[in-house]
């Protein structure tokens, strides 16, 4: 039989869905028999070393990185999956969508987090800006705002006996829609 | 969409971007949790000028908590990181015990919070130490690719990893039923806690600890003949002194929960050593720099250049008397006679991490004995205060939150300095150590070597998830175009 190849990956997520993925425990040994995963923090894999079957993507798109990333999976993957509140409705970092009636809200969050302060030692009043680091979205958008996106798998984090149960269903070729004992908004 | 080339050779990211630099790039750091990568530099001869851990996520946090109401927020903020979401779950709830006026809990709050807290760092520790780092340590550094990953150390050591698994499992069992959800829970509120532990869940937890000691042993064996068995390589691979930081209980013992606030030297002299928390502000700074979205904190008396530090498993085990479990303390005095009193070795990590695994089975064992958990007075209150600061030893090390509240239980100001981002100043330095030792006069940079310089920030068991909190700013320009090609939103600055 032949292996469904995985790819994960966390965008603007705080990871909690991927530790999801591990609760699956002594499963995920015996999924491994179907599955082989691919590109995902898990692997020291950095890019798609093959098509895969089934992508999952935890957190939304806060950066230009995550765009990146989030299109380079569309483009590499079958199916395309959103885990979690934050792929699906943006969860915790969509917060941010929220102060944007202020009227320099990037500017104010900016300010809270690095102007010298108690204990902020910052005499130039520095901000982080370098090539290096990705451009901020002007808010922080679902993956399906910025992709098509097949299946979402709704909680935060989705439990771990939904992602089984969906990774479950692919290797069976069985339909992916979760019983309703399953699907949660946490 | 900015002025850094696409990289071509999808494992060597080389790019001229730097007129006569050259750059290299390893994007993402893989087996760490969170977003990062790493630049190293490299001057026109070709040899490594300094390598940098950058923090390129960011959340604005801070600003977008304030107006949340006060009981929310252990619940809100832990969703920051899902890998120790507990400790910011508890930091939070610390915060807001001083809030509402409670400066010591009930006997049971605080023990299902130990309990909590204790399960936690098991599951964090051999998490990072089976799930992320031991491909590194089992299959070697310049393992290929295809190998460094849990799913091959399954393979290849299939009850080791059987047993890592189900030991990260009973720690997640714990926070199940101490918090009411292995990730995110809600069992931690301002004053106390909201549930207790039954009777069948404390004996279903119990009826495993024999077993599940002896894996610890065993998981803490691996570690140290690790290090045993390559000393040499400690010594010399990002090894380096510092000053360490962390909380130790009152008489110096280890204690992941609460404790005054302790700095020492790489002498293992004394720098400051506070029981008053809320005064943690006159002792610890933190620089701000272009190019990560991560501060740099730093002891104010000494200033930025040498008042960094060191925080998580190693300075714990540096800073303390001793353990207060007896197994754990035995492993501490082995790991002190074979690596000294005060290690500067990064690898050293590992082993200081397992005998904490240790340590937290030994703690889980004797609270599961006791019967506070079961019954007793759940949530207190006093006099309510303006402003709280939580500190706990999260698994990576101190984490600081601090809050501002107003009558209307609307925060009004909050700061985190979460245990990561203690390291960042360390974590340069043993990665620039690692690519000048590894990457100098290579003429071709491969997959395995550029590992190296992963090893070495695996060591520190970063969570970039929570160091990036914070929000920066960027200088261009972005366009953001949806699936078919049409641009939703385009910004610029
Ligand atoms: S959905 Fe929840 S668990 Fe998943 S990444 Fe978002 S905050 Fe974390």
Known sequence: MKKLR????????????????????????????????????????????????????????????????????????????????????????????????????????????????????????????????????????????????????????????????????????????????????? | MTDRAAPTDPDIPVNQSRSESRRIEIDPITRVEGHGKVSIHLNSAGEVDEARLHIVEFRGFERFIEGRLLWEVPVIVQRLCGICPVSHHLAAAKAMDQIVGVDQ???????????????????????????????????????????????????????????????????QDIIEVTAGKKIHGTGAIPGGINRHLTLEERDRLLGQIDELTQWCRDALKVAENYCEQHLDMLKSFASFESNFLSLVREDGALDLYHGVLSAQDALGHPIFAEADLTRFNHYLHEEVKDWSYMKFPFIQSLGPESGWYRVGPLARINNCKGMTTSEADLALKRFRAVLGKHCGHSLAYHWARMIEVLHCIEVIARLLEDSDLLTGERVIKGVRREEGIGMIEAPRGTLIHHYKVDEHDQVQFCNLIVSTTHNNTAMNRAITMVAKQHLNGQPNLDDALLNHVEVAVRAYDPCLSCATHALGQMPLQIELLDAQGQRLQMLSR
Request: hydrophobic letters at 45%; aromatic letters at 8%; proline letters at 7%.
């Open chain 2, 105 to 171: 809990l009930t006997p049971t709050a605080e023990k299902m919070r130990r309990l909590m807290h204790y399960g936690q760092v098991l599951q964090s520790h051999v998490l990072h130490f089976f799930h992320l780092s031991s491909p590194d340590l089992l299959f070697g550094f310049d393992a290929p690719a295809e190998q460094r990953n849990i799913f091959a150390v399954i393979q290849a050591y299939p009850e080791l990893a059987r047993r890592a698994v189900l030991l990260r499992k009973f720690g």
């Open chain 1, 6 to 186: 995985l790819a994960t990956t966390s965008l603007a997520g705080c990871f909690g869905c991927h530790m999801s993925l591990l609760d699956m425990d002594e499963r995920l040994i015996d999924l491994l028999q179907f599955i082989e995963f691919d590109r995902s923090p898990l692997t020291d894999f950095k890019t798609f070393r093959q098509r895969c079957d089934i992508g999952l993507v935890e957190g939304g798109c806060c950066n230009e990185e995550n765009v990146r990333v989030l299109r380079a999976f569309r483009e590499n993957c079958d199916l395309l999956i959103a885990i979690g509140q934050c792929a699906i409705m943006g969860g915790l970092p969509v917060m941010r969508n929220a102060i944007m009636h202020a009227e320099q809200p990037l500017n104010e969050c900016l300010q809270t987090a690095y102007a010298p302060s108690e204990t902020v030692w910052n005499p130039a009043c520095r901000i982080p800006a370098d090539a290096e680091l990705p451009l901020l979205l002007d808010k922080v958008y679902t993956c399906a705002e910025v992709v098509k996106i097949d299946y979402q798998i709704p909680g935060c984090p989705p439990s771990a006996d939904a992602l089984w149960y969906v990774l479950n269903a692919a290797v069976q070729g069985n339909p992916l829609d979760l019983p309703p004992e399953l699907i949660r908004y946490d």
